[in-house]
């Protein structure tokens, strides 16, 4: 029962660092209403088994959209969650237990997904390791979707909690975390949470304080009532006395004055101990990613993937809606180098307008500039948007998953000639990701064709480890700092010549692996936009001649 009593010392462990006081939300989740069991008949077995199918194939498609947006967010191994629940929707095990249930016993589709789902789930919730312990909230999460889906109720409460509120809840559900309003929630007291669950993956990605393994939490809290949430020390101060507020406010004034000392310096140019320049840009996704991207003190755009523009239209943009678009979303950033890529797209990424053949391997067939040399009206579109919008912005072109030199010289001439038809005179210039060991391996020759280079560590590592960055289940040999990789990255940004060359790959936002990249001779990194101060910070600390 909650109590009125002050300054109550709730003990639970720290899962997201940071202090903050605020109201308390308290979160009870909602199973979603199934039916009574009840009995089909033979002749509905097959209408059963679609409305099941269609509920997980809906399921399968929001998880990728969610991956994509957590991506997009900043957060690569949060979406790899996403990534593993689609895996585990498809498992044909799950599916035939499923499926053997409604055909075999005549039971309805809702209770079928129940009772397999909960098996797996408590089979999972026994483990002692930890890690399956976790995966047994992703069978949780997809039970609740998949129900969802089948009984039609689509939204979670959480999409409309009040802003600045304290999130208490037995439990969060990676679903759950992904429908948090990326501002509402100042911090999160959870019972069930360990350092490594999603929702330490959140919350630590959006620097939400949060404490977790607080027991019962949705009981000892009363809705409303006042909390102090001490994500360093991993406790909770429930209905807070005056005095406990007024230390609680000073604190959080102090964390603050550091934090905005570190947002100052970041907006300053980074230079290592011994005074060389590192650019520091942002990977962008669309115009929350450049506001965030320009309070950050990032230097410019490093990466701007076009396709997630793409991915929301449903008919292929004019010119016109190109450049309106691109000036929209790179306002906040409108002075800064901005690098745009070409779409890149196939692979994992179809395109909903663009029929695009079945390919038996994607991630090795018609790929990024594969793909653009395929649909050239998909590829002068974007460039003559891209000609228009470089009048007035400092804009570079990327060309994406480019393996030969010939790549780079098909895009020049398109972008010579649809030049030459509007009568631009300057052309901004074109680059050329390094993204497969072939294109690291031959770079003197790209670096010839290319006006600068930028390493896709992501793709790079794929390609060179023969471990696909989706699939959970080579996870262990997708090693981005693998001494095959940096050995690649050291030759590119060696054999390069004069041409720059930076990275924009999740390497570079590992801090340890920063000063490794600098000693390879890389002078520009590209981020998401949260973590350039880190990295500004970083490279301040190196000393080039000792960087090992
Ligand atoms: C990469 O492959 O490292 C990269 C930056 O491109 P994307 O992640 O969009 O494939
Ligand atoms: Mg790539």
Known sequence: MA??????RLTGNPISSGLVMGRAFVYREQEPAVASPHEIKKHQVADELARVENAMEAVR??????????????????????????????????RKEIAGL????LVDGAQALERVFSRWERKLRAQEDENQRNAADDVADLKQRSLRELTGVKATPLEKIPNGIVLVARRL???????????AVAGIVVDFAGQGSHVALLAEALGIPTVGGIRDVTDRIDEGSTLIVDGFRGEVVLNPDPAARKRCQAEIQACRSKSVRKQQSARETARTQDGTTISVLANVGGREDVSAAGDNGA???GLYRIEQHY??????????????????TFAPLSQKPITIRLLDLGGDKPLPFLRLPAEEDPFLGRRGVRLLLHYPDLLDTQLEALLEFSQDHDVRILIPMVTVADDVVAVRKRLTHVAEQVKHKTLPPLGAMVETPAAALSVGELANHADFLSIGTNDLTQYTMAAGRENPLVNDYFIEDHPAVMRLVGMVAQEAGTTPVGICGELARQIAAVPRLLQLGIRTLSVAPPLVPDVKEAIREILLERAQ
């Open 311 to 328: 991915l929301s239209l449903k008919t292929p943009p004019s010119k016109a809606d190109l450049v309106t678009h691109l000036r929209e």
């Open 61 to 94: 498609k929001h998880l990728k959209t969610s991956s994509r947006r957590i991506e997009a967010d900043a957060n690569a191994k949060l979406a790899k969650i996403f990534e593993a629940h689609e895996v585990m929707l498809g498992d044909p095990a799950l």
């Open 102 to 105: 409604v055909e075999e016993e």
């Open 299 to 301: 230097d410019g755009v």
């Open 3 to 8: 109590s009125l009593e002050e300054n109550i």
């Open 173 to 183: 559900l990676p679903s759950d975390t992904v429908a948090l309003p990326r501002r």
